[in-house]
């Protein structure tokens, strides 16, 4: 069963602590991306990685880091320095360069800190 | 200043009627069209998609409308059905920019009503 997993779905933390939310994917894509949702905001991308050992910063990547060692594993971190990490992330995977342009998401992680 | 926009914050339609979302995106060079229904607390779905080279793309209930020279695309659905009552996303894509970054509006929140 092909598809996109995160956990926890749900997650609490501490002010001043550094969190890591997990994506993994059994679907062979190559790409993979992570967005954070805010209330009545649209989706907006903190960082993508289009290869193996390769990731770039998207438009909200400040507080944020990535690693990407494996091709169906796209870990992110919530560090400290995130102003605002109270957010639903989620992280999506494709497969462009088959011409897979559609972003295939996971299930999201709430993330709560206070 | 906003890429892609969804001025319609909320829709609300009756079952079995048409439901017609609308999109409005402010670079010409934008070159793939997207779909996403999602859910609260879960990751959006995939719905449709429409390249450049087409102005009508149909799947099932669902229709996708490009217009290029307004820069405007609009979904619709028929009939619409209590199920579909979720958050709309469009999302675009300027596939020749080598990131395949989708860029999304805010969201339109369509409540069918039985």
């Known amino acids: 069963d092909g598809g996109i997993t995160q956990s926890p779905k749900y997650l609490f933390r501490k002010e001043g602590q550094n969190v890591t939310l997990s994506c993994e994917q059994n679907?062979?894509?190559?790409?993979m991306y992570w967005y954070r949702q805010d209330p009545g905001q649209g989706l907006r991308l903190i960082y993508y990685?289009?290869?193996?050992?390769?990731?770039q910063k998207g438009d909200i990547a400040e507080g944020y880091s990535v690693s990407r060692e494996k091709k169906e594993s796209f870990p992110l971190t919530v560090t400290s320095a995130q102003k605002n990490p109270t957010a639903f992330y989620l992280c999506?995977?494709?497969?462009?360069?088959?011409?897979?342009?559609?972003?295939?998401f996971g299930p999201g992680t709430r993330l709560t800190v206070t | 200043d906003q890429q892609v926009k969804q001025n319609s914050p909320s829709l609300s339609v009756q079952e079995g009627r048409i439901s017609i979302l609308n999109c409005d995106y402010t670079n010409s060079m934008f070159d793939y069209f997207l779909w996403y229904k999602k859910y609260p607390a879960e990751g959006p779905t995939f719905l449709i998609s429409i390249s450049s080279i087409k102005d009508k793309n149909e799947d099932g209930r669902f229709t996708v409308f490009l217009n290029k020279s307004a820069k405007h695309l609009s979904l619709h659905i028929v009939p619409s059905q209590p199920g579909d009552s979720a958050v709309y996303f469009c999302?675009?894509?300027?596939?020749?920019?080598?990131?395949?970054?989708?860029?999304f509006g805010k969201g339109t929140k369509l409540s069918v009503i039985p």
């Open positions: 999302a675009v894509l300027y596939s020749g920019a080598g990131s395949y970054q989708l860029t």
């Open positions: 990685s289009q290869i193996v050992n390769d990731f």
């Open positions: 679907l062979n894509h190559d790409a």
């Open positions: 999506a995977s494709s497969s462009p360069g088959t011409g897979g342009y559609e972003q295939y």
